[in-house]
């Protein structure tokens, strides 16, 4: 699971047990003087490229789903 607000970036590693999700690891970090310009849209998207290179040697080689908040971001990662 992955959100931005105004200032920072937050991911949740999570993994699921008897249908129940469970979280493994939490990261975050403070966006910089370039990325606070961002849209709300953009700053999304950043916390998903932060949470592919995080958690990226988790991903490989694994199903995985991301969850996101933000509804413009759903339509655009829905998309072939």
């Known amino acids: 699971m992955?959100?931005?607000s105004?200032?920072?970036?937050?991911v949740v590693k999570g993994q699921k047990k008897d249908k129940k999700m469970h979280?493994?690891?939490y990261a975050s970090r403070a966006l910089n003087e370039a990325h606070?310009?961002?849209s709300t849209t953009e700053k999304e998207l950043l916390a998903i490229v932060f949470i592919v290179d995080k958690f990226r040697r988790y991903l490989v080689g694994s199903t995985s789903i991301i969850n996101i908040i933000h509804?413009?971001?759903k339509k655009f990662v829905e998309q072939k």
């Open 6 to 10: 105004d200032y920072v970036v937050q």
């Open 23 to 25: 979280a493994i690891y």
């Open 2 to 4: 992955c959100d931005a």
């Open 36 to 38: 606070v310009n961002y």
């Open 71 to 73: 509804s413009a971001n």
